[in-house]
């Protein structure tokens, strides 16, 4: 477990747990959020490839993402593990309503130095809508992917509710002993 790809919804926890098995296995942990936003309203990266190519060229990482579609089979050929949180609509609405609320009240400065908005709760784009909308579609892709049999070689881990990452996670703890 040395490239490993932290997949699931928006909201299911990716970057939490992506930064906590950084520190655990001490591998770099890179958030794909902040490698795609790189400016003001929502400026995208027009090096994501070049960038990730060479993120994903070392001999160690974490990633939080399943990947945006010009990355994704670059993610997924250079990874050794996945590791996906497959938790229903009713556990990640609450995380990603919680979240947002949070980040709009407190103006907290997110990737390329952009804030979650007021008005931004009424476009499609938002983390809100945006979870309940692409929840069944990505859980799709996502089990499309892990039965490939171009991916059937990665490690795979899959954790349908919150209790059974954590176990797993503390088991982690617990063999590097």
Not at 27 to 53: I, Q
Not at 58 to 78: A, F, I, K, T
Not at 113 to 123: D, K, Q, V
């Amino acid at each position: 477990m040395k490239r490993i790809l932290v997949v699931g919804v928006t909201g299911a926890g990716k970057s939490t747990l992506a930064r906590a098995l950084g520190s655990r296995l001490d591998l770099p942990c890179h958030e794909m959020d902040a490698l795609y936003f790189t400016g003001p309203r929502w400026a995208t990266n027009a090096r994501l490839t070049e960038d990730v190519s060479t993120l994903t060229a070392r001999p160690g990482w974490v990633m939080d993402s399943l990947g945006y579609p010009e990355v994704r089979d670059l993610l997924w050929d250079r990874a050794d593990t996945v590791v996906w949180l497959d938790y229903p609509r009713r556990v990640i609405m609450p995380r990603v309503l919680r979240r947002s609320l949070r980040r709009t009240v407190t103006r907290e400065v997110l990737f390329g130095g952009n804030r979650e908005t007021w008005t931004g709760w009424l476009s499609r784009e938002h983390p809100a809508w945006w979870a309940w909308s692409q929840h069944r579609g990505r859980r799709r892709e996502i089990g499309r992917r892990v039965r490939d049999p171009r991916f059937t070689p990665l490690t795979t881990f899959r954790f349908s509710h919150p209790d059974e990452t954590a176990a797993w996670l503390a088991s982690l703890l617990t063999a590097s002993r």
